[in-house]
């Protein structure tokens, strides 16, 4: 597999590979320039406790018993420290050795370049305490190349004053040194190639469910629409898997409303256009001469233009209106004078169709929106119920205060009514082509399409409740929150 300096595993890997190298880095640093000094202020504890467990064991218990020495013994044993103790007339009465040659209490060795076998007698270690219950004090040993302190302090007990002394090295040895060192590396081996296992499993593990809804984006890219885009375990891939499958279905149903979209307007433009065509060529070929006929063909070739015309003119709105680039126009106007505007704007459509039209609406109803586009969805309600109403039925429309915070507006018919199954879809002119469709020359059929995407500009509510054979009303509700009174 050809390697990706920019992809996640190689990065993920990087990551953890160079934070491994860092921390092992840092605590090697820290490590082998601490551990001198560690070693020394511990060293400096461990000598005063190894003098109060001494002091415990053989001088507190006022005596000495073979059970006391082995104890204390063990103790310079186990701390790596050589101890004596000498009494008032100056006798050594206990030694301790674990350092051998380098205890500086049994063999004349040269400290800081000056002999120092004084420290063999225990009348001159005595003398040493005379000002001060303790000593302590910093020697460099020659002998063995390291520094080295002495510690002491006076005791006293019921049979006299005695006087402890402990040695020890300040400095670790070498072979303590480099068995760290060699351990050290070791470590930084297993923790490197630990880190490296681990960030390659990790880095597959992450990449494993992007890499598969890449793939599955390249087939969605081909129009396969029955993909499926699989998260993995992490909630991130999850919902990201999830973002896309819901587009993947939006893309789906968009690419059948487009199908749907081209075949309807096809059907739309198609039959107009045939007929432009046919009169025309009735007029080039029959009725060029005959003045009535050659008018009749002349007027249907303009109303069928005119068609085409309003077919485009709704089209580019509502194009317009769903892109959201549409600016509405707010402002404050009397609701209830639109409605009654709109009526009387109908009024030859009502007469004509012997319609009853009650209006159940205040004096004065002011809103805050777009007089225009709000007149047009009032205009289309009213219109469609004027179309789908049988004479001498009536039509409401109402306008009141639902509650104290929204205004309802509701366009209520005794027509022909719509079928539950086709409710779902009357907002959308061009969801399916419907095989019995009737071209009707006074209206493009974008009216309802329209007028959602007018409403939804506003963010209002709306809908409409209908029953086949019983009316249909058509709502939309304004919130309060949009009035100025």
């Known amino acids: 597999m050809k390697l990706d300096r920019h992809g996640i ?82 006798t050594i009465v206990y030694n301790a050795d674990s350092l051998g040659s380098g205890c500086i209490f049994h063999t004349p060795i040269r400290t800081n370049g000056t002999a120092n076998s004084d420290l063999e007698n225990g009348s001159y270690l005595k003398s040493l305490l005379q000002d001060s219950s303790e000593y302590s004090r910093t020697l460099m040993n020659s002998k063995t190349n390291q520094e080295m302190i002495v510690y002491g302090r006076t005791i006293s007990g019921n049979l006299g004053n005695y006087y402890i002394f402990v040695n020890s090295p300040l400095e670790p040895v070498d072979s303590i040194v480099q068995f760290f060192s060699q351990q050290y590396i070791m470590y930084t081996f297993i923790v490197v190639v630990g880190a490296s296992i681990l960030s390659l499993w990790f880095s597959s593990m992450l990449c494993e469910p992007i890499v598969d809804m890449q793939r599955s984006a390249d087939e969605l890219a081909k129009a396969d629409y029955s993909v499926q885009f699989e998260g993995g375990r992490f909630t991130e891939t999850k919902e990201l898997a999830g973002t896309l499958n819901d587009a993947k279905n939006k893309l789906s149903k968009i690419d059948e409303l487009r199908k749907d979209l081209i075949a309807n307007i096809s059907h739309d433009i198609k039959t107009p256009l045939t007929n432009i065509k046919a009169y025309a060529e009735m007029i080039r070929d029959i009725s060029g001469n005959n003045p009535v006929k050659r008018e009749e063909h002349l007027d249907v070739i303009i109303k069928e233009t005119d068609y085409l015309d309003h077919l485009v003119v709704d089209m580019s709105q509502l194009a317009k209106m769903q892109s959201g680039n549409y600016v509405l126009q707010l402002e404050n106007f009397d609701i209830a004078q639109k409605i009654r505007d709109i009526v009387e704007l109908n009024r030859v459509m009502i007469d004509e169709s012997r319609l009853i039209v009650v209006q159940e609406i205040p004096e004065s109803l002011t809103v805050y929106a777009d007089e225009v586009k709000i007149g047009q969805v ?58 019995s469709f009737s071209r009707r020359l006074d209206s493009t059929g974008l009216g309802l399409a329209i007028v959602k995407a007018i409403l939804d500009t506003h963010h209002a509510q709306f809908g409409v409740v209908s029953e086949l054979g019983k009316g249909s009303t058509f709502w939309f509700e304004m919130r309060q929150e949009n009035v100025v009174k």
Request: hydrophobic fraction near 40%; glycine fraction near 4%.
């Open 378 to 435: 009032i205009y289309n309600f009213l219109s469609n119920a004027i179309k789908h109403t049988p004479q001498n039925k009536h039509i409401w429309i109402r306008a009141f205060h639902k509650d104290e915070e929204t205004v309802r507006v509701e366009v209520q018919d005794e027509g022909e009514g719509i079928s539950a199954e086709d409710l779902p879809n009357i907002w959308d002119r061009y969801q399916k082509i419907d095989k």
């Open 9 to 90: 595993r190689f990065n993920v890997w990087l990551f953890f590979f160079l934070f491994a190298i860092g921390v092992v880095a840092l605590i090697g640093v820290l490590q082998f320039t601490l551990i001198k000094p560690y070693y020394r202020n511990n060293k400096i504890k461990t000598v005063q406790q190894v003098a109060d467990r001494i002091q415990n064991y053989m001088i507190d218990s006022d005596g000495v018993s073979d059970a006391g020495i082995s104890k204390a013994f063990q103790v310079t044993v186990d701390n790596n420290v050589c101890a004596v103790i000498c009494n008032d007339q100056g």
